[in-house]
């Protein structure tokens, strides 16, 4: 049986279900059935834009962004898919404060679904840092299916760790 990374933690019935489908070639039929295209957005531009719709139906309240892109440094192995940070710098005087929301490239070619549940966790540390009861209840307020999605992501990224691209590029 094959270590299933990215769904460490999870109930073994779930992950034994798993394994039946990569071993009966199914994983990627599923995920197909469920996601059958990627999304459209390949430029930085757009994904700033994308990011920006979202944040300004769920989230008017949080503090700006100045920066929104796709990063190919991000690396998958060390499970972060995308990175939110803040930076303080003194500039003439003034405290200047910049939100930047990293996603990791390997979502550049992903089901929009999939992209949406990274930018809504990435958006939810705008108001919450730790991931505590009121970071995933805020997750789950700006999209219902939040856990289903993240659930899916995983195994989108077992698909792509152990059987290829999910999309024919």
């Known amino acids: 049986m094959q270590e299933l990374q990215y769904l460490q933690g999870y109930p073994g019935h779930l992950t034994d279900q798993v394994q039946c ?13 469920k996601y059958p295209t990627p999304h459209e957005i390949r430029t930085d531009k757009a994904l700033y834009e994308y990011v920006l719709a979202i944040k300004s139906s769920s989230m008017q309240q949080s503090q700006p962004l100045s920066k929104v892109l ?29 939100n ?13 679904p999939l992209l949406r549940m990274i930018v809504i966790h990435e958006l939810a540390h705008l108001k919450e840092k730790d991931h505590n009861k009121a970071f995933f209840k805020l997750c789950k307020h700006m ?5 289903q999605l993240e659930f899916d992501m995983r195994l989108y990224l077992t698909q792509l760790d152990l059987l290829g691209p999910l999309y024919a590029t």
């Open 70 to 98: 796709f990063d190919s440094k991000i690396k998958m192995r060390h499970q972060a898919l995308g990175v939110h940070k803040f930076i303080s710098r003194v500039q003439g005087g003034k405290l200047k404060a910049k």
């Open 21 to 33: 489908l990569i071993a009966e070639k199914k994983l990627q039929k599923l995920l197909l059935k």
């Open 100 to 112: 930047e929301i990293r996603i990791a490239s390997t979502f550049r070619n992903a089901p929009e």
């Open 143 to 147: 999209e219902p299916e939040y856990h």
